[in-house]
């Protein structure tokens, strides 16, 4: 197969087609991101200026160290996206395997699976809230009527139970993205893999595993990279819907990191739990991409 | 040509099980519609109910239904405003991320270079950062650009965020893309600017379909950088107007979803509109050895 | 009603004038008001001009817009519009100017309200409404106003036991947010405790503070009369549960009186407000968390002089009876309430609501103010939800409020703040 190789040249113009992708995205990130760098290694607190802004090396970053509750607040994350990202894979890759095929009505089913994904976090939100709400909520009283539940439960005030309605609402609000994801994978797999194996008697699920699922590993990938960042900044839904209690224990790391930046005007200290979010969600990225086996310079194997 | 299924011992199955399957297959599906589409049923029928009887007893049909919150959206509040600048500027947002990231995955998925890897690690790192934290700094950089309360101001921070979705989908399904058509146009004389938009393009087009409506979505439901850099109701979008209508005590519950609800609706419509691009498989005749 | 200005620079225009911006709302009966009376003032103040810029009335999102616009300096809003809670903050921050140049007229306002808003000895804002806890009670279930927190809790067990009687006798905010804070105060100041003392000391775990909090989830576990449900509701859930007839009494700010009077609502005409009543025991007082919005100068605005002239005209006499028609908030100036127009506009009696200011009190006036509340928030909620045992969580907050102080040098400069004592009865 020949191949059109000048290198000089292909590089170049690989420079330059990525060249505007870049200039956007240095024009706008680079100075926060280095700002945020930057203030994680300074004392700044907002409500003190005559304390200056001194140099403190990695004094915030001790601190998040020995702060339980930062410690709290990444196991409540952890959960919540281990939780969500694993029900949304499963129900969106379902999904997507509907959505490819034939079958009548599919146009409404595809438009129907995006309406959580369309309607605004907050608003989601509040309507999962009023949904669990204990004393006007729809969830309660068809449970009780179902004879499920003796009677309404309030879901809030215990730990166990308020991470169900949180839960819900985001496998609600974001399994339509990751079938999307999943979807636009599954159109790249070439159909007559499908029509070889039905000819040798593969059935249905010996197809899911041996040709779907490895060759949708490069969707499967963008989807738990892009799922995970947004679990690890989790922050509208849970705000929203417990405020992160009761007491703090459904508080995740960003609603924590929002508290000590915009509440409590400590810049310092919320730049530094916003590099350690970012370290976190760069390692797991990175994970993923060693564990799937995927060459992010490359063609995949 | 890679692609063949290896030769392996594969159990088969009695046909009839195939029609048992798809009974599952059929009753998961409706049943996951019931919880996709349940919610916003619920909102419809909320926001044609009086605020007090929502909290009194909740019921699975409207009992009494009054159109006040939708006409107070549009008389009282102005939603259409909101709505024209959510059009505008995810509109145009779709449209630029969608060009400058195609480029971008043409070069990293056909081209070779040293630091294709760094450049996606980056693009991605970018949105790694929580957006609160970013919101301060880059608050201070737009002013210093002038671009506050502006168009620009939310089109260029929304492009840098949605640009690594787009990037790294259209990135992953052009490489999925056999390169055959492409070289065999090449050897026929065509130069690479043709066989990119004469052949690669329109296989992509389902990609490109998904990725536009979901960066669409992603800026129409963005609200923390939209409340931060606009300041008045002629660039504010949808989520801040919708966040507008809290009193400080008052959540007017009954406005706020109808408000939802007529949010939803350009994005379902497009939605509808864009969603056979979305699939469209590779046998539509194109692509054999 | 004006545009919003652009970020900037304000200019004089040719024809010599002022332009402010204020910050506000443009929502509502609220909306109209302010429009009329910024009109009002520069008919006025013809050099002058004053245009809306349109913030949230949500507190928290106004907070962060004006942490942002003042981290950077920016002038405009020039008048800025602070909950109750913020003004040390600003002032400590350096976002608002001392106000004592100006003269103000501090002596007419109720003291509770200047105390608010005094950080180091001056004046940073003026109060421009104020909102109170109050008792709502069923006038047909309750007739006789309650002396005591045990008659309270008597009267919610003698309704909710009548047939056809509300479920719940006493209704309140208890989610884990500001709002119970305010709820809390009032019960801690019915058993004479306090948060912090004069001196800045923390005595939020005294046996006192510890009392309350008892008396609190008796509420809620022992005599029942309060539903676990309220652990997780704000002002609304509170407010509707009480219009819907489900709730003998209610804990709520005064917006609610004009929110259940229209034809909605099962109880207009049926209810009465009072101030949360002591607890009868020694030392403890009838107490009102103070509340509502101050008025600030922007410390980078362009024309602070033209500033003041806005904020004391918003907070002249006329214009606070005015206020008190439209949207029935209750003037800060002590003299109006002997006047019978006050009574007129907010329909309902006087006696009880200038109980309730005259009770009020202001919650710690320090700039830590925000994350010392929070660390409080979590201990209760934790009790309110018996993950913790109220000695427990009590002292638990009182370390961590102790070390917060420390660590960030508040303890001298509280000890020097000259607060005034809480209301003695």
């Known amino acids: 197969m020949k191949t059109i190789s000048r290198l000089g040249h292909e590089a170049r113009l690989g420079w330059t087609l990525v060249a505007p992708a870049l200039a956007v995205i240095g024009l706008i990130a680079i100075f926060p991101l280095g700002w945020t760098v930057w203030e994680s290694l300074h004392l700044h607190e907002l409500r003190m200026p005559w304390l200056g802004q001194p140099f403190v090396g990695l004094a915030n970053y001790v601190e998040i160290a020995k702060d339980p509750r930062f410690w709290a607040a990444l196991a409540h994350t952890a959960f919540f996206t281990v939780v969500s990202i694993t029900l949304e894979l499963l129900i969106g890759l379902f999904l997507a395997l509907a959505m490819n095929r034939v079958f009548r009505g599919r146009g409404f089913v595809r438009a129907a699976v995006l309406v959580p994904w369309a309607i605004p976090t907050v608003v989601a939100a509040l309507l999962w809230r009023f949904i669990f709400e204990s004393q006007g909520g729809i969830a309660n009283a068809l449970l009780v009527d179902a004879h499920i539940l003796k009677e309404s439960m309030v879901w809030f005030i215990q730990t166990a139970t308020a991470w169900v309605p949180v839960v819900l609402a985001d496998v609600w609000k974001t399994t339509p993205f990751v079938a999307l994801l999943l979807l636009a994978g599954l159109q790249n797999i070439d159909l007559s893999l499908y029509e070889a194996a039905a000819v040798d008697g593969a059935n249905a699920w010996w197809q899911l595993r041996h040709i779907t699922l490895p060759l949708l590993k490069p969707a499967i990938l963008v989807t738990l990279v892009f799922r995970t960042l947004d679990g690890f900044r989790v922050f509208d839904l849970i705000y929203v819907l417990t405020g992160g209690g009761p007491g703090t224990s459904t508080e995740p790391v960003a609603l924590y990191t929002f508290n000590a930046l915009l509440q409590n005007l400590r810049f310092g200290y919320g730049s530094a739990l916003s590099v350690v979010i970012f370290a976190i969600t760069f390692g797991l990225a990175l994970l993923y991409v060693r564990g799937l086996g995927v060459r992010l310079g490359g063609d995949e194997t | 040509m890679s692609r063949t299924v290896r030769a392996v011992r594969v159990p088969s199955r009695k046909t009839a099980g195939v029609h048992w399957g798809q009974w599952v297959f059929g009753a998961a599906l409706v049943l996951l519609m019931l919880f996709t589409l349940f919610p916003f049923y619920w909102a419809i029928v909320a926001s044609l109910t009086p605020d007090a009887a929502l909290f009194r007893d909740p019921s699975l049909w409207p009992q009494h239904i009054i159109g006040d919150h939708y006409r107070a959206l549009f008389v009282d509040r102005d939603f259409i405003t909101p709505i024209r600048n959510s059009l505008i500027v995810a509109g145009t947002t779709t449209i630029f991320c969608l060009c400058v990231g195609t480029l971008a995955a043409y070069a990293l998925a056909r081209l070779e270079f040293k630091g294709k890897a760094a450049i996606m690690a980056f693009i991605l790192a970018v949105t790694m950062f929580p957006q609160i934290s970013i919101v301060s700094p880059l608050y201070l950089l737009l002013r210093s650009l002038h671009l506050i309360d502006t168009y620009p101001g939310l089109i260029m921070p929304y492009m840098t965020f949605a640009m690594p979705l787009t990037v790294w989908v259209l990135t992953g399904s052009i490489r999925q893309i056999p390169k055959d058509l492409e070289e065999a146009a090449h050897v026929d004389g065509a130069s690479r600017r043709q066989s990119f938009t004469k052949i690669l393009l329109p296989l992509a087009v389902p990609s490109l379909a998904t990725t536009g409506i979901l960066t669409f979505i992603y800026c129409w439901n963005e609200f923390l950088f939209a409340l931060s850099f606009t300041l008045g109701p002629e660039r504010q979008t949808v989520p801040v107007a919708i966040a507008l209508f809290r009193g400080q005590y008052q959540v007017p519950w009954g406005e706020i979803l109808a408000a939802a609800v007529v949010a939803t609706t350009p994005v379902a419509a497009l939605v509808l509109f864009f969603q056979r691009r979305i699939v469209q498989g590779l046998t539509a005749g194109a692509v054999k050895g | ?425």
């Open chain 3, 1 to 425: 009603m004006a545009a919003a200005l652009l970020g900037g620079c304000e200019q004089a225009d040719n024809k010599n004038e002022t332009v402010l911006t204020f910050s506000g709302s443009a929502l509502g009966a609220e909306g109209t008001l302010v429009a009329k009376q910024l009109k009002q003032f520069m008919v006025l103040h013809p050099d002058i001009r004053v245009e809306l810029q349109r913030t949230p009335d949500d507190a928290s999102q106004r907070h962060q817009l004006y942490v942002q616009w003042l981290n950077a300096r920016v002038g405009n809003p020039d008048i800025l519009q602070l909950d109750v809670v913020w003004t040390p903050e600003f002032a400590a921050a350096g976002w608002v100017l001392p106000l004592t140049r100006f003269s103000p007229p501090t002596s007419e306002f109720f003291p509770a309200t200047i105390t608010a808003n005094t950080w180091a000895g001056r004046l940073y804002a003026l109060p421009w409404f104020a909102d109170v806890g109050l008792l709502y009670r069923r006038t047909d279930l309750v007739p006789k106003e309650p002396a005591t927190l045990f008659e309270v809790v008597a009267d919610a067990k003698r309704t909710m036991a009548t047939p056809r009687g509300p479920r719940f006798g006493i209704v309140w905010q208890g989610a884990r947010y500001e709002g119970l804070i305010t709820g809390f105060v009032e019960y801690l100041g019915a058993f004479g405790g306090r948060i912090l003392d004069d001196s800045g000391r923390v005595v939020v775990n005294r046996p006192e503070a510890v009392k309350a909090l008892q008396f609190m989830r008796d509420e809620l576990y022992n005599s029942k009369i309060a539903p676990l449900d309220v652990l997780t509701w704000h002002e609304e859930e509170a407010r509707y549960a009480f219009q819907n007839g489900t709730s003998t009494f209610m804990r709520n700010w005064p917006y609610a009186v004009g929110a259940m009077s229209d034809t909605s609502s099962r109880v207009a005409g049926k209810f009465a407000v009072s101030p949360m009543p002591s607890s009868g025991e020694p030392g403890g007082h009838s107490t009102a968390t103070l509340g509502g919005a101050q008025l600030a100068i922007n410390a980078y605005s362009k024309a602070p002089d033209a500033a003041y002239e806005l904020i004391a005209y918003l907070t002249a006499p006329e214009q606070m009876l005015q206020r008190a028609q439209a949207v029935k908030q209750y003037p800060t100036r002590t003299a109006l309430y002997s006047d019978k127009r006050l009574e007129d506009a907010l329909a309902i009696p006087l006696d009880a609501v200038r109980r309730a200011i005259e009770s009020a009190t202001p919650r710690p006036v320090t700039p830590i103010y925000t994350e010392l509340s929070e660390i409080l928030q979590i201990e209760l909620h934790r009790a309110l939800v018996r993950q913790a045992e109220p000695q427990d969580a009590l002292n638990s907050a009182a370390k961590k409020i102790d070390a917060l102080i420390e660590r960030t040098g508040m303890r001298k400069l509280m000890s020097m703040e000259n607060t005034v004592p809480a209301v003695a009865r």
